[in-house]
T-cell receptor, first 112, second 110 residues
Framework: DAGVIQSPRHEVTEMGQEVTLRCKPI?????LFWYRQTMMRGLELLIY????????DSGMPEDRFSAKMPNASFSTLKIQPSEPRDSAVYFC??????????FGSGTRLTVV | SQQGEEDPQALSIQEGENATMNCSYK?????LQWYRQNSGRGLVHLIL?????REKHSGRLRVTLDTSKKSSSLLITASRAADTASYFC??????????FGDGTTLTVKP
């Protein structure tokens, strides 16, 4: 397995634009997590899915953020409209049941 | 505030020495996990300890969990320069929600 695959690796966009981050979890994993990491706030859980169903989205900062998991092999995190304070590294992770998480390499988002 | 909080924030040791990092948390957990992150990379899972376990080993890693004190420690024995990284603890509730601490930055000098 190639691990958790995130795309793009880097994204630079202008304020107000829509940004879509993508994640392919490990096949067979039934939980998927989206995290955001910044120097100021550390690693924050944004939302997590279990069997493709959103379980807890209390970490999603604002209505500008939305996440979907249409099937077991794909998830997206969308920011619309983007703002400079959304600049961060966004990680996707997956796991099977309550075992350890496998993280992707992250998407470094810069909003100018 | 964060569920898991590590200390120290930074640790610098010589190669061959042991490194100990601590994690404290506030609410009930299902399990606690430790991760390593090298600069500019994703997090790598090191070890998971469940709430009914007290100690676990994996290679040069030893993790303890004291649920009465709501704390855990990660010990890296015979450290190597390649162990230089940030180390995070993550607590996971019975509902599956995970919370990461702010991490300990470990520097191992050759």
């Amino acid at each position: 397995d190639a691990g958790v695959i995130q795309s793009p690796r880097h994204e630079v966009t202008e304020m107000g634009q829509e940004v879509t981050l993508r994640c392919k979890p490990i096949s067979g994993h039934n939980s998927l997590f989206w995290y955001r990491q910044t120097m100021m706030r550390g690693l924050e859980l944004l939302i997590y899915f279990n069997n493709n169903v959103p379980i807890d989205d209390s970490g999603m900062p604002e209505d500008r953020f939305s996440a979907k998991m249409p099937n077991a092999s794909f998830s997206t995190l969308k920011i619309q409209p983007s703002e400079p304070r959304d600049s961060a590294v966004y990680f996707c992770a997956s796991s099977f049941e309550d075992y350890g998480y496998t993280f992707g390499s992250g998407t470094r988002l810069t909003v100018v | 505030s964060q569920q898991g909080e590590e200390d120290p924030q930074a640790l610098s040791i010589q190669e061959g020495e042991n490194a100990t990092m601590n994690c404290s948390y506030k609410t009930s957990i299902n399990n606690l996990q430790w991760y390593r992150q090298n600069s500019g990379r994703g997090l790598v899972h090191l070890i998971l300890i469940r709430s009914n376990e007290r100690e676990k080993h994996s290679g040069r890693l030893r993790v303890t969990l004291d649920t009465s004190k709501k704390s855990s420690s990660l010990l890296i024995t015979a450290s190597r320069a390649a162990d230089t990284a940030s180390y995070f603890c993550a607590t996971v509730t019975n509902a599956g929600k995970s919370t990461f601490g702010d991490g300990t930055t470990l520097t191992v000098k050759p």
